[in-house]
């Protein structure tokens, strides 16, 4: 016997036992007819059976009845309602300890989701905020400063405007990530796989921003032993846009004099690896486990530059998932960054 594991009928059968033995011991004591002993045995333990199992049927089996129409009845259709509350099949205790555990463990990740959620929420719109906010009043002190005390110098008053029109530009630029990141969430995108060479796709990219690269010298090459060229079956475009955010991350936060490399790897049959790596500044490792998140930018990514979104990471990481495939990163404080995603190998 597993007192554990009794059910309602065995518990009434145990209770009644344990007080019909002892009472009629007494009476055998007091009266010694074994006969009479006997007869009020058996009824004590049929009566009592009776008794504690009507006792527990109706007091405190319908107390667990209402607790699992409690726990169930916000997700409960009607039938499952009815079995909860009138069908219910008898528990032990402990089982129903355990399901009320387990509810509530669940409960309690429920609310750990949520409150992650709010201060996400609230991190969005103040990080969101903020981006908008600093080209807004850039534009607003030059534009106030024309209309108000307007320069005489044509130069001057030209030197204003272009500041204006880049802090314009800073804002549409923002706004088209914003539009394109919503879009890729609700998955309206759609992609126009081909077949390409990934080697060609990265030099193509590296050169359209080369000028970029110069102002810091930092070159760009393809890791020895991986120059034959891979093909993958992909969006290139979309593709193109990943390599593009990465390859100018590499570039922001990249040092002087240094170097950008990529290599590729056939993981299996079905899969390409593509890493892109640098030897700059590095993130922190409490950053790294957000460094997808929208706006997400670490404090000396922020001091380092002013400028961007914090939105290319978060695209990029969308485009891949759209393909089905995965986006890693690892990083070392001084040290440097790699970041890797996985593509299609090429169909045939």
């Not at 387990?102 to 750990?112: D, G, H, R, S, Y």
């Not at 404080?333 to 299609?344: C, H, I, K, S, Y």
């Amino acid at each position: 016997m597993n007192p554990k594991n009794l059910s309602p009928k065995q518990l009434s059968f145990y209770t009644a036992l344990a007080l019909a033995a002892p009472v009629t011991v007494l009476l055998y004591i007091v009266d010694q007819r074994w006969v009479f002993s006997l007869i009020a045995f058996a009824v004590l333990l049929i009566g009592g059976y009776f008794l504690i199992s009507f006792v527990l049927d109706n007091f405190i089996y319908r107390k667990i009845k209402l607790i699992y129409k409690f726990i169930y009845q916000t997700k409960a259709t009607k039938r499952e309602e009815t079995y909860y509350k009138y069908i219910l099949p008898k528990k032990s205790i402990g089982e129903v300890t355990e399901d009320v555990e387990a509810w509530a463990q669940e409960n309690q990740k429920q609310m750990e989701q949520l409150r992650a959620n709010e201060q996400f929420r609230r991190e969005f719109l103040q990080n969101l905020s903020h981006e908008f906010k600093t080209p807004i009043f850039t534009i607003q002190s030059y534009v106030d400063t024309l209309l108000q005390d307007e320069p005489e110098s044509p130069e001057l008053r030209r030197k204003f405007l272009e500041k204006t029109s880049r802090n314009v530009e800073r804002l549409t630029a923002l706004l088209n990530d914003l539009d394109e990141i919503s879009s890729l969430e609700r998955g309206e995108i759609v992609l126009v796989k081909t077949n390409f060479v990934v080697q060609d796709l990265l030099k193509d990219t590296f050169e359209s921003i080369s000028i970029k690269a110069e102002s810091k010298n930092i070159s760009f090459s393809i890791k020895k032993g991986y120059e034959t060229s891979i093909s993958v079956n992909a969006d290139k475009e979309k593709i193109r846009q990943v390599v593009l955010n990465l390859f100018e991350n590499a570039i922001k936060y990249g040092k002087h004099n240094g170097i950008i490399k990529a290599g590729i790897y056939r993981t299996d049959d079905k899969r390409i690896l593509i890493e892109i790596s640098d030897d700059g500044v590095g993130i922190e490792e409490k950053s790294l486990p957000r460094i997808f998140e929208r706006f997400y930018r670490t404090d000396i990514g922020r001091s380092m530059d002013a400028t961007g979104s914090g939105l290319g990471l978060a695209i990029s990481k969308h485009i891949i998932e759209a393909h089905g495939q995965t986006i890693h990163i690892r990083s070392t404080q001084d040290v440097g960054t790699t970041v890797g995603f996985t593509l299609r190998a090429k169909k045939d």
